[in-house]
């Protein structure tokens, strides 16, 4: 999380100014050229992992660019309820799966459905989850 806050993970624009040759177009949805806001807030597939697993709150995607998802989310992160600390943990685990899946890609050439790696973030997030915190994860009916 520091370092894609701080616009250190090594995306594809960052390894080309590095001169390390590497494909610039964004593995994960082959759409637009890899860097870190696309990575984690315009690319297709983040994008739908993020529309399913913020679902719990109603949370629209409502940022304009990464900069502003973060900013909003150091706001909530002051927040003392456990709302706001779920919310965090679900962003969190959401941007850590999506650079696994990324690095998946890279690496080994395949790369899970939104769906899998959807319920892998809900459990996860659900194990580390205070019981209080696992119940705002059931929907409501």
């Not at 390390?20 to 082959?30: E, G, K, R, S, Y």
């Not at 949370?59 to 990464?66: D, G, S």
Request: aromatic share 8%.
């Amino acid at each position: 999380m520091w370092l894609a806050v701080q616009n250190r993970l090594p995306t594809a624009d960052r390894l080309i100014k590095w001169n390390i040759h590497c494909c610039a177009t964004c593995v994960l949805c082959n759409q637009e050229n890899e860097s870190l806001d696309h990575l984690l807030h315009k690319c297709s597939y983040t994008r739908h992992i993020k529309q399913q697993v913020m679902a719990i709150f109603r949370y629209v995607q409502q940022q304009r660019n990464l900069e502003d998802e973060v900013q909003m989310l150091v706001r909530i992160s002051k927040k003392k309820t456990m709302r706001a600390k779920l919310f965090v943990m679900l962003w969190t685990e959401m941007l850590y799966m999506v650079w696994l899946q990324r690095n998946e890609k890279v690496f080994r050439g395949h790369v899970l459905s939104c769906d899998p790696v959807c319920r892998q973030i809900l459990f996860r997030v659900a194990c580390r989850a205070a019981d209080s915190m696992r119940q705002l994860m059931i929907p409501a009916r």
